[in-house]
Structures are given as structure tokens and as C-alpha cells.
């Protein structure tokens, strides 16, 4: 599907300040930070919304997260192939579109719709391969098959299963005990009390036509995909095995980046992704900001109250992309008092010499993504008077290209 429009993003290189270092990123498989400099061209999967509400400043944290990897890649000279999905077709899209009586395909478009403004306002990098669900059912029906050659396949009545037990790496990513996975599966859209299952935690490949919901013609008869077969299957048929990157929030640890690596890693026999890199949850009212449960701020109400995007996307700087932490009011007033002094220091005809600004705003960021720490070093400058007059353009580039925030 349409993906959205790209920000302009200066190239420090070219502004004779050579290349950034390579990212250290905080591998959640390898329980360590792992520095991630393939040759020539990073690739990375992103899981995309389920577009059943609009976008919530917990999306845009997450998606901004994965935009400062891409700015560092890029930064080190790097092409970046990144992917997205967008689940268009799944049980919360369908029973929200039954509660309110609206069309789900239109429940999908219009909130995908929305994603694409606010992403375009946040200036987050878009993917240059944005797929929908419905658009791979050939790619997952695809891989089904190549997991039945596999043996990894049974069926419960007419619904299609994956044997964890198929992948000897299976655990891998989370590294969770069985009670564990069993109780957070239940939470997280998995079925464990099913009976028929050989193993609890076996997940569902495709779901055999139910009444009044959507289905498609497959070998294995009519249906729809099961949620992590449909990340499996556009991540390698987009970038195939090994990419450097499966990202997402925390909250897509398990079962969801557990099942979609092991699922893939039978069906080819090799690694998913190198590394899994997940941001954490934004909480509203003292809970993780939900969809489910409406404890929402979104980032289209707060444009529409007439905040800049800008101050939208610095308030989610101020905390790093891997804590969990709450959102006040008062982050995005702060905010916008930093976006304030910022522009009046770049607009100055001088200031403070940069040079030590641009290697230390790029150690930062490369240090896993330490925008914190970035916009501390930004706002010293900010708050320093200097001779230098091309320290203002400079500093300007640099909050453009490393941080994204347009000044
Ligand atoms: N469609 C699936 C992924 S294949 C999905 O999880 N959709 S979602 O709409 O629920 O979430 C979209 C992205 O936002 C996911 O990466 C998810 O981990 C992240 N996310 C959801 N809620 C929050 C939150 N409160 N804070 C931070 N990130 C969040
Ligand atoms: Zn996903």
C-alpha cells in the first residue's frame, strides 16, 4: 500500500562533517547492546498498527525510535531498506469495525489515512516497502506451505496450527520460562487453553472461515492469516533472512517476535533477524496508553489543539526510546519552550564553536539512541554565547538530520 511522503533529511557528509559511528543498539535476544554496521545496506522490519484507532503517542514513540536508527545508519553513509506492515485484516480491527457498525475495510483506510498524516507531521522516515495483511495473504498462504514441507503444521478442526517445537531456537528471542509464555500468550491474542493444541503455546497459522468475517481461498480452504505468520512472510519476502533489525515495542516480545522468528527460521532453515530491538510502553493514567482500553492521547488531537509537531516529537525525545514511562501535559509545555530556545539560538548570526557538538550529539545517538542525552548537549549550546558564524547552520543540520526536529 501507499507508504507516506519522506522528510528531507540533510547529509552532514555533505556539509563537510564526515561520517557518524556505527549504532551500538540494545539487542533484546542477545540481552546486550550489539553494534549493528552491515556492509552497504541496513535492513529492518518494523510492526506496523492495527488500524482500528488512531494513532497514539505511544505508536509515535515507538516509530520514532526506529526513525533514530535509520538517521544513524544514514549518518554512517548507509542505504537503509526498511519495511512496515500494517495488520488491516485481525480479530480487534473486525470486532471494532462490529461494535460500531462501520465497514472494516474503511475502518482500516481511514485510520491508516490518519498514521500517514501524523507520521508525515512527526517527520518519521517512511517505509519504502508499506504492506497491508491483505495484500500478503499469497505471501503468508505462501509460507504455510513451505512450513508444511517442514512438518511444522496440524490442524485443530479447520484452523492450521505451527509446532513451537519445529524450531530447536524457540525462546530465543525472550528468553521466558513455559509458565511465563503460557500466561503472557493468553494477554497477548494467543489461545493456550484451546483444546486439540499439542503444545499450549502453539500459535495459529490460519483461521478457517467464521461467519460474517472476511475470508480467502487457500489450498487449506477458505480463511485468514493468524497474526505473526503475516510478519513472518512480508519480512522475508521484502528482506529475507538475517535482516539486521525486527523492531517494535516492548509489549511484541512474546509471543508475537518469538512466533514470527521461529515460524520463519523453520520454514528456511535460517536465522530471522539478527538482532530485536524494542522500544518501551508510553503509559496515560498510570497504564500502558491502549487502544483496548481508551486511555489514549492521540497525535492528531494534539495538532489539531495547534501543537507544533515539532514539540510533539521533542517532548518524546526527553525520555529514552527504551524506558517505559508516563505522559503529562506538562512534557509537551517544556517541550515547546526547548523548541523556543532553540530556534532563537540557531537564528543568531553566531555562536559557540560545534565542532565537539557534532562528534558528542553522535556519540550519543549511536550509543543506543540516547536522544536524552543529545538534546542535553543541544540545549549547552543553545544556552552559550559564541563567535562561530557557521555554528548556528551547523547546529541546525545536525538537530535535522540526527534528531529530525526540523528548526
Ligand atoms: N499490528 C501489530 C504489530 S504486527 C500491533 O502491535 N499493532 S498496534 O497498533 O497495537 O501497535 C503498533 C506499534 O506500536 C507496535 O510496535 C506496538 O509495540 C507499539 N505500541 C503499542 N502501544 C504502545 C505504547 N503504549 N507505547 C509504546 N509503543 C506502543
Ligand atoms: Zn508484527
Redesign the pocket.
Known amino acids: 500500500m501507499r507508504s507516506w511522503s519522506a522528510p528531507d533529511i540533510p547529509s552532514l557528509d555533505a556539509l563537510g562533517l564526515g561520517r557518524g559511528p556505527a549504532p551500538q543498539v540494545h539487542d533484546t535476544a542477545a540481552g546486550a547492546a550489539r553494534e549493528l554496521d552491515p556492509e552497504g545496506t541496513a535492513r529492518m522490519y518494523?510492526?506496523?498498527?492495527?488500524?482500528y484507532d488512531a494513532t497514539?503517542l505511544?505508536?509515535a514513540?515507538?516509530?520514532l525510535a526506529f526513525d533514530l536508527l535509520q538517521r544513524v545508519w544514514r549518518d554512517r553513509g548507509l542505504d537503509v531498506t526498511y519495511v512496515q506492515?500494517?495488520?488491516d485484516v485481525?480479530d480487534p480491527l473486525l470486532e471494532r469495525a462490529d461494535a460500531t457498525g462501520e465497514d472494516w475495510v474503511a475502518l482500516a483506510e481511514r485510520e491508516t489515512e490518519l498514521f500517514r498524516t501524523d507520521m508525515t507531521a512527526l517527520r518519521i522516515i517512511p517505509p519504502q516497502h508499506y504492506m497491508g495483511a491483505v495484500e500478503a495473504i499469497d505471501l503468508v498462504v505462501a509460507l504455510i506451505g513451505r512450513l508444511e514441507e517442514a512438518g511444522a503444521v496440524y490442524r485443530v478442526d479447520d484452523d492450521l496450527y505451527f509446532d513451537v517445537h519445529a524450531d530447536p531456537a524457540f525462546g530465543g528471542v525472550s528468553h521466558l520460562d513455559a509458565a511465563v509464555m503460557a500466561t503472557v500468550f493468553a494477554e497477548r491474542g494467543g489461545d493456550p487453553e484451546r483444546e486439540g493444541k499439542k503444545d499450549p503455546l502453539d500459535c495459529l497459522l490460519w483461521l478457517a472461515e467464521r461467519p460474517g468475517e472476511p475470508s480467502w481461498d487457500s489450498p487449506f480452504g477458505k480463511g485468514r492469516p493468524g497474526?505473526h505468520v503475516?510478519?513472518s512472510a512480508m519480512a522475508l519476502h521484502h528482506l529475507g533472512t538475517g535482516f539486521d533489525v525486527q523492531?517494535?515495542?516492548?509489549?511484541?516480545v512474546f509471543p508475537?517476535h518469538e512466533m514470527s522468528a521461529s515460524e520463519a527460521q523453520v520454514a528456511t532453515g535460517e536465522p530471522f533477524a539478527k538482532a530485536y530491538v524494542h522500544?518501551?510502553?508510553?503509559?496515560l493514567d498510570g497504564e500502558?496508553?491502549?487502544?483496548s482500553k481508551g486511555n489514549l492521547e492521540l497525535v492528531s488531537r494534539l495538532r489539531e489543539a495547534g501543537h507544533d509537531p515539532m514539540a510533539i516529537r521533542l517532548a518524546l525525545l526527553g525520555h529514552h526510546y527504551r524506558s517505559d514511562w508516563e505522559w503529562f501535559a506538562g512534557d509537551l509545555e517544556a517541550a515547546e519552550q526547548r523548541l523556543a530556545r532553540w530556534r532563537a539560538a540557531v537564528e543568531r548570526p553566531a555562536g559557540a564553536d560545534a565542532g565537539s557538538l557534532v562528534a558528542d550529539v553522535r556519540d550519543a545517538m549511536s550509543s543506543d539512541l540516547d536522544a536524552p542525552r543529545a538534546l542535553t548537549i543541544i540545549d549547552e549550546w543553545a544556552a552559550t554565547e559564541g563567535t562561530d558564524e557557521s555554528a548556528p547552520a551547523t547546529v541546525r543540520a545536525v538537530v535535522d538530520a540526527l534528531l529530525g526536529v526540523a528548526l
Open positions: 518494523v510492526c506496523g498498527i492495527t488500524p497514539h505511544g505508536h514513540s515507538t516509530y506492515n500494517v495488520t485481525d497474526w503475516e510478519c523492531g517494535g515495542g516492548s509489549d511484541l508475537h522500544a518501551g510502553m508510553v503509559a500502558k496508553m491502549s487502544k
